[in-house]
């Protein structure tokens, strides 16, 4: 929600991208120089993924139906609640069933706003395997206003995260060494609450058992709601709030030799146009320019991954931006649960481009699936886009 009252209980449908196929368990973990990991005719990563425009089959990347532009496309029939509240507070809803398309981001040319892509995929030309990742970092960065409650609490549920890290454990050749933060979208830094003992503000897998990490993360995202790190109505900002608070950070939690991956959970864009003063139909808004998000892109490859355009990684779960489910009242663009006077979830532009900017090291998800499918995505996107940067990144020596 945008300039009304926030839904407390929004449930959409959503698309998720890059789903993975064949048995990981018959995936092979090296690399030849000769039929490198995710090429075409060649094994799949060990969690089915494969490089863009091909499919995992039978445990081979092979080519599969493309979309326009060289885009792998995907269309399923789900259906999808859309509903608003007013500013009453009543509730209303309909259920409807909407094809939803999961686009994957194409590796090469110039994204949707003009900037460059990093080129992160893996040379199929030939040459040395890549080491592959044994670390991850991973930032979870959550918007904090009502309308995300469900959201929030899906991610959270002890057993929901549980499978997310289990997942996140055995990417690449398994055993990954990784750590877990929570942030807002409000430059509210670290999380870590009381109940989170930790010496640091991460949990780490070394030392924890997937419950213990389930736990801490379910412990985090608790200090949420009732209007706790809630950023001031327009001026949300996933992206921006997570490279402003890891461009600099001195608690050590970027490791330079780890992969670095955002998971970016919102139902409006990052300090999207709409939301700007003179963007919208009421003459009201955020008076916070955004920052590029090529710059934001670049500051997080260079300054915090030290020129490492391999090691950064995004999951972004928000509303999908070529999907035109009608506008509200200011005229502000949605993406489901539009009715003329709110919408559910809103248009996230710039988070569409920074995904586009990483490359296969990217991947997106509408959030208009509904808040339980909202672990599922992240889970999805380990499976398939996130497992090939850990087969692609080369940790420097």
């Known amino acids: 929600m945008v300039w009304l009252a926030r839904p407390v209980v929004p449930a959409f449908a959503f698309a998720l991208l890059g789903l993975a196929c064949g048995d990981s368990g018959t995936m092979a973990s090296a690399t030849t120089s000769e039929c490198p990991v995710g090429a075409q005719g060649?094994?799949?990563?060990?969690?089915?993924?494969?490089?863009g425009g091909l499919a995992c089959e039978d445990g081979m990347c092979m080519p599969s139906g493309t979309g326009s532009e060289g885009q792998e496309t995907s269309t399923s029939s789900t259906p999808t609640t859309s509903g608003s509240e007013s500013a009453s507070g009543t509730t209303t809803g309909t259920t409807t069933t909407e094809a939803t398309t999961a686009v994957e981001p194409t590796t090469t040319g110039t994204t949707t706003n003009g900037g460059p892509k990093l080129d992160v995929g893996m040379d199929t030309t030939g040459g040395p395997p890549a080491q592959g990742c044994t670390k991850i970092d991973m930032l979870f960065v959550l918007d904090g206003s009502g309308s995300m409650n469900e959201e929030r609490s899906a991610l959270a549920a002890?057993?929901?995260?549980?499978?997310?890290?289990?997942?996140?454990?055995?990417?690449?050749?398994?055993d990954i060494d990784y750590r877990?933060?929570?942030?807002?979208?409000?430059?509210d830094g670290f999380i870590t609450p009381g109940c989170w003992q930790e010496p640091d503000p991460w949990v780490s897998s070394v030392g924890h058992t997937p419950m213990e990490v389930a736990q801490a993360f379910s412990c985090a995202?608790?200090?949420?709601?009732?209007?706790?790190?809630e950023a001031e109505v327009g001026c949300e900002h996933v992206l921006t709030s997570a490279v402003d608070l890891l461009d600099g950070d001195a608690s050590g939690f970027v490791r330079e030799d780890a992969l670095l991956v955002l998971v970016l959970v919102t139902d409006v864009d990052d300090y999207?146009?709409?939301?700007q003063v003179g963007g919208n139909n009421c003459g009201i808004g955020c008076s916070t320019p955004p920052t590029p998000v090529t710059e934001l892109t670049q500051r997080l490859v260079d300054d915090v991954k030290l020129g490492e355009a391999d090691g950064v990684a995004a999951i972004v779960i928000a509303g999908d931006p070529d999907v035109d489910a009608g506008?509200?009242?200011?005229?502000?663009?949605?993406?489901?649960g539009c009715n003329g006077l709110d919408c559910g979830v809103f248009h996230a532009d710039r988070l569409w481009d920074f995904v586009g900017m990483l490359g296969t090291n990217g991947h997106a998800a509408d959030?208009?699936?509904?808040?339980?499918?909202?672990?599922t995505a992240v889970e999805t996107a380990l499976t398939s886009s996130i497992d090939l940067a850990c087969e692609q990144f080369e940790p420097p020596q």
């Open 42 to 51: 060649c094994p799949c990563t060990q969690g089915g993924g494969c490089d």
């Open 272 to 275: 999207g146009a709409y939301d």
């Open 158 to 174: 002890i057993n929901a995260f549980t499978e997310v890290v289990d997942t996140l454990a055995m990417l690449g050749d398994g």
């Open 327 to 336: 506008v509200n009242f200011c005229g502000q663009p949605g993406s489901c």
């Open 221 to 229: 995202v608790s200090g949420f709601g009732n209007n706790v790190f």
């Open 180 to 187: 877990i933060a929570v942030t807002t979208d409000n430059d």
């Open 367 to 375: 959030l208009c699936a509904g808040a339980q499918a909202v672990p």
